[in-house]
């Protein structure tokens, strides 16, 4: 009976976390009883998770969608920046999906382990893919990376090793190209790192005991976000054709060139609204890069007036800012 809550638990069944029987199965015979603190914190966790899928990922999805349906149309500059809003749109729509379903689990009583951990604040892409889809990218380390020989052996065999992880998880995401070329590509980011030794480098949080980065944290978080960006356009192309048509009108004579005017009556808000909004997401999740996710400490870091006004202003967010109805991308993997 555990086994079979255990593999139907909804909160997580179509889109993670995805949870190890050995941290999930002892749950089901825990004795439960209601705990008012932690059914708030998991109604927190679900606002916040709401916010960034609803307010973040679905207008940024309406924005990109827009430059990539027609690169032609646009400058390297504004096509830049459609693939930053796939950047948000993307980490908004799995991060807020884990953040809802682990949320909802919390009501019941169940803790899952975490799985987003402000990826694009990292300073390196190893750092990258310890922060991000942890329970995807720990299970195939797991189950694939470390059966194959991990990082022990010869040069040539880490370097098989990565390429074929990598790939995995390409084509588990889909079976096209595209997939396996943004595995590729994260594995050519990764290699350096690994050969050097210095896939390990950065394992506190960034900025740990200061407010603000330094300036050569900063840039590496820069450089970071930057690369992990030119790999979503595979991610996010119809096929390796779009993708490398996209990646051409990017890195064009127009890419420093400023945009003429244009006009967004397809997309649910304007651009400089949202823009706004993904600045409340990163000052937030910047203020709360030490705690399990970004609000988890508005229940006590806020005095009662400043943290419902705080709540307030989210649902109000995600009322009247709403994106349209958009599926979650994980649905479809």
């Given at each position: 009976?555990?086994?079979?809550?255990?593999v139907?638990?909804?909160?997580?069944?179509?889109a993670?976390?995805?949870?190890?029987?050995?941290?999930?199965l002892?749950?089901?015979?825990?004795?439960?009883?209601?705990d008012?603190?932690?059914?708030?914190?998991?109604?927190r966790?679900?606002?916040?998770?709401l916010?960034?899928?609803?307010v973040?990922?679905?207008?940024?999805?309406?924005?990109?969608?827009?430059?990539?349906?027609?690169?032609?149309?646009?400058?390297?500059?504004?096509?830049?920046?459609g693939?930053?809003?796939?950047?948000f749109?993307?980490y908004?729509?799995?991060?807020?999906?884990?953040?809802?379903?682990?949320?909802?689990?919390?009501?019941?009583g169940?803790?899952?382990?975490?799985n987003?951990?402000?990826?694009?604040?990292?300073?390196?892409?190893?750092?990258?893919?310890?922060?991000?889809?942890?329970?995807?990218?720990?299970?195939?380390?797991?189950?694939?990376?470390?059966?194959?020989?991990?990082?022990?052996?010869?040069?040539?065999?880490?370097i098989?090793?990565?390429?074929?992880?990598?790939?995995v998880s390409?084509?588990?995401?889909?079976?096209?190209?595209t997939?396996?070329?943004?595995?590729?590509l994260?594995a050519?980011?990764?290699?350096?790192l690994?050969?050097?030794?210095?896939?390990?480098?950065?394992?506190?949080?960034?900025a740990?005991d200061?407010?603000?980065p330094?300036?050569?944290?900063?840039?590496?978080?820069?450089a970071?976000?930057?690369?992990t960006?030119?790999?979503?356009?595979?991610?996010?192309?119809?096929?390796?054709?779009?993708a490398?048509?996209?990646?051409?009108?990017?890195?064009?004579?127009?890419?420093?060139?400023?945009?003429?005017a244009?006009?967004?009556?397809e997309?649910?808000?304007h651009?400089?609204?949202?823009?706004?909004?993904l600045?409340?997401?990163?000052?937030t999740?910047?203020?709360?890069?030490?705690?399990?996710?970004?609000?988890a400490?508005?229940?006590?870091?806020?005095n009662?007036?400043?943290?419902y006004?705080?709540?307030?202003?989210l649902?109000l967010?995600?009322?009247?800012?709403?994106?349209?109805?958009?599926?979650?991308?994980?649905f479809?993997?």
């Amino acid at each position: 009976m555990a086994f079979a809550a255990f593999v139907s638990f909804f909160p997580q069944l179509v889109a993670g976390p995805i949870e190890r029987a050995a941290n999930l199965l002892p749950q089901f015979y825990r004795k439960r009883v209601f705990d008012y603190h932690q059914a708030v914190d998991g109604l927190r966790q679900i606002l916040w998770g709401l916010f960034k899928k609803v307010v973040i990922a679905d207008n940024a999805a309406d924005m990109a969608n827009v430059f990539f349906n027609a690169p032609a149309d646009y400058p390297g500059s504004v096509l830049l920046l459609g693939a930053v809003f796939f950047a948000f749109q993307i980490y908004g729509d799995f991060s807020g999906y884990s953040d809802i379903a682990i949320g909802t689990a919390r009501l019941f009583g169940f803790d899952l382990m975490r799985n987003f951990a402000y990826p694009y604040f990292s300073r390196d892409i190893a750092e990258f893919w310890r922060r991000w889809h942890i329970s995807l990218s720990t299970w195939f380390r797991d189950y694939l990376y470390i059966p194959l020989g991990g990082s022990r052996g010869g040069t040539w065999m880490k370097i098989r090793n990565t390429f074929i992880i990598f790939i995995v998880s390409g084509f588990w995401h889909g079976a096209n190209w595209t997939f396996i070329v943004w595995g590729a590509l994260n594995a050519l980011y990764f290699l350096p790192l690994l050969l050097t030794k210095k896939n390990r480098t950065h394992l506190d949080i960034v900025a740990q005991d200061r407010l603000l980065p330094s300036p050569m944290e900063a840039l590496r978080m820069l450089a970071t976000f930057g690369a992990t960006v030119l790999a979503w356009v595979f991610f996010r192309a119809e096929n390796l054709t779009h993708a490398f048509t996209y990646l051409k009108g990017i890195f064009s004579s127009t890419l420093l060139s400023l945009p003429k005017a244009m006009h967004f009556e397809e997309v649910g808000v304007h651009p400089a609204i949202l823009v706004f909004f993904l600045a409340v997401m990163l000052v937030t999740e910047w203020l709360g890069r030490r705690q399990p996710y970004a609000i988890a400490l508005a229940g006590t870091a806020l005095n009662g007036p400043f943290r419902y006004a705080f709540y307030y202003a989210l649902v109000l967010f995600i009322f009247f800012f709403g994106g349209a109805n958009q599926q979650f991308i994980y649905f479809q993997f």
